[in-house]
């Protein structure tokens, strides 16, 4: 007898960030894959480096360390940074510990391209002031 077939469901394209290069990165496990990440990433000015939690199961200090590091990293690259996607277990950590006021938020990637459009280069809602955290 065979071996049962895989069929493949053809899942829709990801959508990029907004002037997004060669599409997505791979997915990190570990807040110390992520800060490696970006250690290597080069942010060119005027972009936005949009963070997709939407496969993200759990965040500890170390990782919402990871993502402040990424966050000042773009900023001080006159680039922007947003979220999208945020689980709600993590939107309460960061309501709780005022990173939600420090971090730009999107339902999804989707709203996060939308909305860029109306933002200013910091890849921020308008009336919100970027700066280090």
């Not at 053809?10 to 496990?29: E, K, L, N, Q, W």
């Not at 689980?87 to 999107?106: C, N, S």
């Amino acid at each position: 007898m065979p071996p049962p077939s895989r069929s493949s469901t053809p899942r829709p394209p990801r959508p990029r960030a907004p002037g997004g290069g060669g599409g997505a990165p791979p997915p990190h496990r570990t807040a110390a894959e992520l800060r490696q990440v970006a250690r290597e990433v080069l942010l060119p000015p005027g972009r936005l480096l949009l963070v997709d939690l939407s496969g993200m199961r759990f965040c500890d200090s170390s990782g919402l360390t990871a993502l402040l590091a990424l966050r000042n990293q773009a900023l001080a690259a006159h680039a922007g940074f947003a979220l999208a996607a945020v689980p709600d277990k993590t939107a309460r950590i960061l309501r709780m510990t005022g990173l939600d006021q420090v971090f730009d938020m999107f339902a999804d990637v989707r709203e996060a391209c939308a909305r860029r459009n109306g933002g200013d280069r910091h890849g921020t809602v308008p009336g919100r002031r970027p700066g280090p955290a």
